[in-house]
């Protein structure tokens, strides 16, 4: 089989395609023949490995596993003797952070993992590049106790994150006021915004508005510059650590510091994401209900992956990148 290999940490120089062999699954493994996939931001920092602390995962001194990709699109072509909730033949997506080798034409991955059959009607490129956004987004999200018409300002609103997140806050009724560039402004009012601002032209952090949530998806701002943005007892959690990765220290901080006077209760939590079968069987639900549809920027065949990785990191991309495996 064709796959993408690399064996050191580094660019996307480092990718290499190359002849493989087909992997058998074990008992518990689905063998799925890989149709679509993605490159998102997690596997440009499962890539370099930033920040460094992922080494302790991905391998501290070159990867663990030497096929990237997190996220896939495809058919299952063989089971695990004691596989019980797929067979053969059926369309699968599924999504792992830790990476699950899916730049190849074919995988192996655990039933009982982040996987399911497809939502009906979806085609392997919406379905291979969907679920990574809908996990982080949601994983954002369910760290509050979001009320209808509570006001949310979502820094980032056109990526795949903040798409996702656009998406899933208007399904759970909340008022939204989106940031994104100008030729964006469209397609998240489509997606649900009350509100938008351009940042192009302005600073949303000065913007005069009050927000019981500030959701920055592309980790580009701090708390101490939207703290003002926020009501009393309001909360902020970033997709990133911070420049200074001080965000997992003001997770735990602000909720002490925050009582004090002059402080407001406001306070910064980190959005540990530790279900993804959850993130997935909810990606599944929206789509059917037709409450959520993958927003795709542009797509590369496999052998053109390194390209689709430098454009992902210019960090402009709308929506999804997706990567089209065979024909």
């Not at 940490?9 to 996939?37: C, F, N, W």
């Not at 003797?81 to 190849?104: C, P, Q």
Request: charged share 25%; proline share 5%; net charge positive.
């Amino acid at each position: 089989m064709k796959a993408i290999v690399y064996t050191q940490y580094g660019s996307p120089d480092v990718l290499q395609l190359r002849e493989m062999v087909i992997p058998e699954p074990k008992d518990h493994d689905i063998l799925v023949r890989v149709k679509a996939t993605s490159v998102n931001r997690t596997d440009c920092a499962n890539l370099r490995a930033k920040p460094f602390i992922m080494r302790f995962v991905l391998g501290f001194f070159r990867p663990n596993k030497n096929i990237p990709g997190t996220e896939f699109a495809g058919d299952i072509v063989k089971i695990g003797k004691a596989v019980t909730t797929f067979k053969v033949g059926d369309k699968v997506f599924g999504f792992d952070d830790s990476v699950l080798s899916s730049y190849a034409e074919y995988l192996v991955f655990p039933e009982s993992k982040g996987v399911s059959t497809m939502p009906a009607g979806f085609n392997y490129q919406q379905a291979g590049a969907c679920i990574e956004g809908v996990h982080y987004a949601y994983n954002i999200i369910n760290k509050v106790e979001l009320q209808k018409g509570q006001k949310v300002i979502v820094n980032g609103a056109s990526g795949g994150i903040g798409s996702a997140a656009v998406q899933l806050l208007k399904y759970f009724g909340a008022d939204i006021t989106a940031v994104c560039s100008t030729k964006n402004i469209e397609l998240v009012k489509s997606l649900g915004a009350n509100k938008v601002i351009d940042y192009t032209i302005e600073d949303f952090t000065k913007d005069s508005g009050k927000y019981d949530y500030v959701f920055d998806t592309v980790g580009k701002s701090t708390f101490g510059k939207c703290k003002s943005l926020l009501n009393p007892g309001g909360v902020y959690i970033s997709s990133e650590l911070g420049p200074w990765s001080q965000n997992l220290f003001y997770a735990l901080t602000t909720g002490i510091f925050g009582r004090l006077p002059g402080q407001e209760g406001k306070k910064v939590k980190f959005p540990y994401p530790p279900n993804i079968k959850r993130s997935v069987l909810l990606v599944k639900k929206l789509i059917e209900e037709g409450e959520f549809k993958a927003v795709i920027d542009r797509s590369y065949p496999l052998e053109e992956i390194a390209d689709a990785f430098r454009y992902v990191e210019k960090g402009h991309k709308t929506g999804n990148v997706s990567i089209i495996v065979g024909e």
